[in-house]
């Protein structure tokens, strides 16, 4: 009677099976393929306005290696979690930050590469130690920095022009930026912002750069101490707050909430609502300012430098893209080979310029290329400044970075006190430290 | 098959008798028609239930081995500000966007239930909001709430209203996500609509011939007639609001695009239940977002078990004559 | 009643009757615009050019700067205060916040002053490219992935969902109905408090299960064999329905000798048409929609449906927003056109889901 049924249950089941046989097969990729069939090799990049672009340059060493190279790109940073522990990873994987490397290592996500640098013969050397600084930890070598980003300061010469300021003549000090947002701020007679001199918030990496700039950081140099409990913390967040409180922080908040996207024409610094800004190298691209606004007057310049110490001007915190080969990768030598490939100078010069991104490689920065944009030069010597520095990684970054998140939200949106917080965080991130350290 | 027989009546007939061999074969034929259930059941509820909860007493890695902790993790998540944050954010939304959306659908269906023209046309336009993918709906409401360029704002200033920064102010965020969630609700509405055109016309004429007012007729009649509708939504409502992630989680990508806003922004008054967790997730403790997730299915039964316990009250199912 | 009482009578209810029909009018007008505009604004979205997206004030309509043509290039007009007057100028180009303007008529007469003195000239424009472009959106050149895979893996999702999810509940719902065995309605409790259980409990270890014990990681297979399991609300729905029908029909094939099974088969199924239409109607919603399944399991673009694929449109600092308005209309209209021809089966359809709770 329930003949029938089972037949069909049992057709389905089968079906069922041979699907999966089909997919699981089909989905092994790495080092597969019968023999005479090219080796293929993944590269997943989290970052990717243009694929396009990054599959040309691997199609390069694809050509020249007689395998296949496919390019993932750009990819949510919660595939890279599922990506790293499951069994499938990609042979070479590229972050657009160290941020979460440490966690990884720690989980032993992460293949350490320090014996594969010697013998594909990757030069430490030519690398920007500052860049290479991101990829080390405890001892060892996890990751190698492709291209990088640096932080400078951007301003807006007609509306320098329209408040009676030298539109060449940007602020060479932090005190000195106070007052020039001053005059760069204008209130309506409804008490209404319609125009903003500097938001110090507005864009992210700004507060490594600032913390640098005021002498210290939030872990210490070798990732054992945090160090929000400091004087040079609280002065940075009060400085900042500054920017909020002079003009009343919920007017602020109303008007930075109301210009546009970070990639749209209405970008607060690109329409010009706000005159000053601190962003990154690749403003300058055509991705950005330069396809977006390509009709901005504008000036870029090293961070303005707290008055009391010039001998910090043009600090600026190098750091960025990284690459590394995660721990489930069964052809660790193809990954490597790869990854030495990706490492020489010419190909980072390539990529570097494609992107308008700063190059790791000492070597590619002598490329030529590099320097016929006249705005991206001030970004090739803030990177190569005896004051370009790096940002300290450990495990327990990712909590220290909401922690901070949520303090600077509340002294400058809400103008709390910096102390009393900074200590609480101080306070229960120490002890997550040690626990991670001492394994 | 044999002859039809009667069976003695179950109370009478001695203990040993009752498994007959009959009762036997019906017991294999019910097992066999809900095997795929069973199975389901065994491997995507008991077995995921069981491990997540073995999960939720150690501190689980993924390529190196777990350590067991018992309760520490529990005991860690109530010291934890975030989990109490994200539970407060969740339970606003439950009590504030379920009935709303309730209130509302009810509101809408009554709506597009009155005889005037182009009935049609309006059931087209409230349903169709509710099709719209999720992605798309959450990106094109981040940009109505826009403080100084959104067309909310916008119309509010022509009414000489300020509106408020909806998506960069605390106070304001979930009201915003409220409202974007009202915008979705056309499904309800419709189902809402059905029930209200099934009460019996003859008891609205009745109560319009007794003298009974339009808003008299809605609540003695209408509304107690849809009472099992309301049930039914509420306690699905409530299920899966304690589960809100998906607009919660488009919003914080997009907006940590732009600038440094972590999931929750601003200030955590968008970190629900779930977005914490698959933050937990995602970070990589396991063990900890397994106890989440524990916790949030006892308050999920408490609740439902409350309602269900409490609808007795107030609901009338006209089968059944209660 | 006198003739002359229903006289007055008819006469007092006509403008009573006719006033609250007008403000049933306006109130229903109201509230369908909150539910127009965000739609229509959508819609309009999809037309604009980049930078039109978010221009202030914002208009509905697409509208871009006006362009005019010299010497067979294009250029954009701007109007240009010069000496008191305001003309209509071409704009050449841009250096250094200064601008060069041309008389479009007299292309000799040359203005150059500071760019940002200048205002553009706007005008409606349309641009339809952004729907191909969308389409066409090859994300990911070396795997040639594009919009229509997306398409494509998401229907063939939703087909394998409704066919498991009807071939599963069919019989399981039968089971809890029309077939009488111990323990029947109690097992069913258990069924419906499965309901309860938010995904979050199974989530994580059903996520290893399947990447790492199954290796089904990045297939669709995830997301589409638990439907073949059945689901409780689903069994909900078909068992209500089931036991609408009339035991005599049933009794009457049972003297006729007929198996479970064939009755299930010959009678049930073809009495249960609407049902069947209507789970079909909502499974097919539920999978098109579905965004959290895809975003654990499927890395791989060339997997990816569209839910999930739509998120594309979002890069790393960048989001197209007109492409992802049009790509959503795209997305939507076969179920917006589905809808208008099959309203009434639509409507009978979540009518029978969701008043038989």
């Known amino acids: ?439 | 098959m044999e002859a039809t027989h009667t069976l003695p009546a179950p109370s009478q007939a001695p203990l040993r008798k009752r498994w007959s061999a009959r009762k036997r074969r019906s017991l294999v034929t019910g097992l066999l028609f809900i095997s795929p259930w069973i199975l389901g059941f065994l491997l995507f509820n008991v077995y995921p239930m069981v491990k997540s909860l073995v999960m939720s007493f150690t501190e689980w890695h993924l390529r190196m081995p777990s350590v067991w902790i018992g309760l520490t993790n529990y005991t860690d998540l109530l010291q934890d500000r975030r989990f109490w944050t994200s539970l407060a954010n969740t339970t606003y939304m439950v009590l504030f966007a379920v009935p709303l959306n309730l209130f509302c659908a009810f509101l809408f269906a009554v709506l597009l239930n009155l005889k005037i023209r182009g009935q049609s046309f309006y059931r087209v336009i409230y349903y169709l909001p509710s099709i719209v993918p999720v992605v798309a709906s959450s990106m094109l409401w981040m940009w109505i709430f826009n403080t100084n360029n959104g067309i909310l704002n916008a119309f509010l200033g022509y009414l000489g209203i300020k509106g408020p920064s909806w998506l960069t102010d605390p106070a304001w965020a979930k009201p915003a996500l409220m409202i974007m969630g009202l915008w979705g609700i056309g499904n309800t509405v419709i189902i809402y609509l059905s029930g209200i055109q099934d009460v019996p016309v003859s008891l609205l004429e009745a109560a319009e011939i007794d003298g009974a007012n339009w808003f008299q007729r809605l609540w003695y009649i209408t509304i107690p007639m849809v009472s099992p509708i309301t049930l039914f939504n509420l306690i699905i409502g409530v299920i899966d609001m304690f589960q809100y992630f998906t607009q919660a989680y488009i919003f914080a990508s997009v907006q940590a695009g732009s600038n440094a806003q972590r999931l929750g922004a601003p200030l955590d008054s968008t970190l629900f239940y779930s977005v914490y967790l698959y933050d937990r997730f995602q970070t990589l403790r396991l063990g900890y977002a397994a106890a989440m997730a524990w916790i949030l299915f006892i308050i999920i039964l408490i609740c439902t078990l409350l309602l269900m316990r409490s609808s007795q009250r107030w609901t009338y199912y006209e089968a059944e004559g209660r | 009643m006198s003739a002359s009482t229903a006289v007055q009578l008819r006469h007092h209810i006509a403008p009573r009757k006719m006033l609250s029909k007008i403000l049933g009018h306006i109130v229903v007008f109201t509230v369908g615009l909150f539910f127009l505009v965000p739609t229509l604004w959508m819609f309009f979205t999809a037309f604009k050019s980049r930078t039109d997206v978010f221009r202030f004030p914002p208009t509905l309509l697409p509208h871009d700067i006006k362009e005019v043509t010299l010497d067979g290039q294009s250029y954009p007009l701007y109007r240009v205060p010069v000496d008191g007057q305001v003309r209509e100028m071409a704009r050449l180009k841009v250096e250094e916040g200064n601008g060069t303007f041309v008389d479009p008529e007299n292309p000799e007469d040359v203005v150059v002053i500071r760019a940002r003195l200048a205002e553009p000239v706007m005008t409606i424009k349309f641009h339809w490219h952004n729907f191909s472009d969308a389409m066409n959106r090859s994300t990911r050149p070396g795997l040639t992935v594009n919009f229509w895979t997306y398409l494509k893996n998401s229907t063939i999702v939703a087909a394998l969902t409704i066919i498991g999810t009807l071939l599963s509940c069919v019989p399981v719902a039968y089971g809890f109905s029309r077939v009488e065995w111990p323990g029947r309605d109690l097992i069913f409790i258990l069924v419906l408090s499965t309901m309860m259980l938010p995904f979050q409990v199974t989530m994580i270890p059903l996520y290893l299960v399947f990447t790492d014990t199954l290796h089904w990681g990045d297939t669709i297979l995830p997301l589409v064999v638990p439907a073949f399991f059945s689901n409780p609300f689903d069994v909900f729905l078909l068992r209500q329905f089931f036991l609408t029908i009339p035991r005599d029909l049933i009794d009457a094939a049972k003297v006729d000798g007929a198996s479970d099974f064939r009755i299930l088969l010959q009678l049930i199924v073809p009495l249960s048409k609407p049902i069947l239409t209507a789970i079909t109607i909502m499974t097919f919603l539920w999978a098109w929609n579905d965004f959290l399944g895809p975003l654990l399991y499927l890395n791989n673009p060339e997997h990816f449906t569209l839910a999930i694929g739509l998120q594309d449109f979002q890069g790393q600092r960048n989001t197209a927003w007109n492409q992802l308005m049009a790509a959503s209309v795209v997305f939507t209209a076969p179920i917006i056109i589905a809808f208008f021809f099959a309203q009434r089966t639509f409507i009978e359809g979540i009518k029978l889901t969701g008043t038989k709770g």
């Open chain 1, 1 to 439: 009677m329930s003949k029938r049924y089972w037949r069909s249950a049992l057709a389905l089941v089968v079906l069922i099976s041979l699907f999966a046989a089909c997919k699981a097969g089909g989905t092994t990729s790495g080092t597969g393929g019968a023999a005479g069939e090219p080796e293929v090799l993944r590269v997943w990049i989290t970052w990717g306005d243009n694929p396009a672009q990054l599959q040309e340059l691997f199609n390069r060493y694809a050509e020249a290696n007689n395998v296949k190279v496919e390019v993932n790109s750009p990819v949510e940073d919660d595939k890279v979690i599922a990506a790293l522990s499951g069994t499938e990873p990609p042979d070479v994987l590229v972050l657009g930050g160290p941020d979460n490397v440490a966690s990884w290592v720690n989980e032993g996500l992460v293949t350490p590469l320090d014996e594969y640098i010697a013998e594909y013969g990757i030069d430490l050397d030519d690398i920007y130690p500052a860049m290479l600084a991101q990829g080390r930890y405890q001892g060892k070598l996890y990751a190698l920095p492709w291209g990088s980003d640096t932080y400078g300061f951007y301003w807006n010469k007609d509306l320098f022009e329209e408040a009676g300021l030298d539109p060449e003549r940007p602020p060479e000090t932090m005190e000195e930026l106070l007052e020039y947002a001053d005059k760069l701020t204008k209130v309506d007679e409804n008490g209404q912002i319609t125009q903003l001199g500097f938001v110090p918030d507005f864009s992210w990496g700004h507060m490594e750069q600032y913390i640098r700039l005021y002498g210290s950081f939030w872990f210490n140099d070798d990732g054992t101490k945090v160090q929000l409990d400091t004087p040079e913390m609280a002065a940075a967040l009060r400085w900042e707050q500054q920017f909020y409180s002079r003009y009343g922080a919920e007017e602020v908040l109303r008007f930075v909430s109301s210009t546009g996207e970070y990639d749209s024409s209405e970008h607060g610094f690109m329409a010009g609502k706000i005159a000053m800004m601190v962003d990154g190298e690749w403003m300058v691209g055509d991705n950005f300012i330069g396809g977006l606004a390509p009709d901005l007057w504008y000036g870029e310049g090293p961070i303005p430098y707290p008055a009391a110490h010039p001998e910090r001007k043009g600090t600026n915190t190098v750091g960025g893209t990284v690459a590394l080969i995660p721990s489930g990768v069964k052809d660790k030598d193809a990954a490597a080979k790869l990854l030495a490939w990706m490492m020489t100078p010419e190909i980072v010069a390539d990529e570097m310029v494609a992107n308008f991104n700063l190059p790791s490689s000492k070597k590619a920065a002598e490329d030529q290329r590099f320097y016929e944009n006249e705005k991206f030069v001030v970004f090739m010597d803030l990177a190569s400044s005896p004051n370009a520095t790096y940002q300290v990684f450990t495990p327990i970054s990712s909590d220290l970075l909401d922690e901070l998140d949520l303090i600077e939200q509340q002294v400058l949106h809400e103008g709390a006190d910096p102390e009393p917080l900074l200590q609480a965080a101080q306070a229960k991130l120490q002890p997550m430290l040690d626990e991670v350290v001492g394994k």
